[in-house]
């Protein structure tokens, strides 16, 4: 099956060319559990018998690559969308991932899941990158979910709140990272995950740092046109912010213009 995409772009001289991109679907990428009865056992990795299959989302093996190499965790599916994105974000993560797909001690299978003609998906209008390869994600569980017929349980583990809250109203089972680690009954596992860098910010809040998934801390004060504006009309003054080293919640900012110094005191002012 092939797909293919086409745009055009502007060369650096200045001409205007079409691109045009075939991807290639197939239909015969096994899926790696030794207990299926479709696909070719031949290149299996999963455990023949495994109760659950993990399949973990990009931020889960970005921030949580310790865990993922700990022996205890294993029978887990690495999603080829996952693999590029992590490609991309973090070399020597990746490089870690890679290790642990290719040792035949531990339990880890490469999926291509952008290849395969049932999980590939396309991008919809209005919608991220970020939340495409999400989709992605889930809709390759939901594959997996279905393609075994039950006879092992498949899990999404993912801290972000919003993909969990569609995975399990799309009936795949999900959990973050914290709860499944407590399932396993192995207290010095928690000490091997990541937790947030605030203790007033929750995982599932804290994991996803791509740009599409970042909160607003504060609200702006003022949209960025009106700043630009009113620097120009000198309604407004710019100078460089200065923390007090002894004291974290005081600031000083310099104005040259009005050859003075203004306080900032507290967290949010």
């Known amino acids: ?121 396309k991008i919809e209008s209005g919608e991220t990158p970020n939340d495409r390869n999400d989709r992605a994600i889930r809709v390759a569980a939901q594959w997996y979910q279905n393609h075994l017929g039950g006879a092992v349980k498949v899990l999404l583990i993912t801290n972000d709140r919003e993909n969990k809250k569609k995975a399990i109203q799309d009936g795949i089972p999900a959990e973050t990272v914290e709860s499944y680690v407590k399932s396993l009954g192995q207290p010095a596992l928690l000490d091997v995950i990541v937790q947030p860098p605030s203790e007033d910010v929750t995982m599932e809040d804290a994991e996803d740092l791509r740009p599409s998934k970042r909160k607003t801390i504060y609200p702006e004060h003022k949209p960025m046109s009106e700043i630009i504006s009113g620097l120009h009309r000198g309604i407004y003054h710019q100078g460089k912010l200065r923390v007090n080293r002894y004291n974290p919640f005081e600031a000083y900012v310099g104005v040259k213009v009005l050859e003075m110094k203004l306080l900032s005191t507290g967290a949010q002012t």
């Open 1 to 121: 099956m092939l797909q293919s995409k086409s745009f055009v772009k502007k060369t650096k001289q200045g001409k205007v060319v079409k691109v045009v991109r075939e991807h290639y679907l197939r239909d015969d990428i096994y899926c790696g559990a030794p207990f299926c009865k479709v696909c070719d056992v031949a290149a299996a990795r999963l455990g023949s018998s495994a109760s659950t299959i993990i399949i973990a989302d990009t931020n889960v093996v970005l921030h949580q690559i310790d865990l993922l190499e700990n022996p205890a965790i294993d029978d887990v599916v690495v999603l080829s969308v996952v693999l590029e994105e992590v490609k991309n974000k973090n070399l020597s993560v990746y490089n870690r991932l890679r290790a642990l797909c290719s040792n035949p001690q531990r339990r880890f299978f490469v999926f291509s899941n952008e290849y395969h003609k049932d999980t590939y998906v």
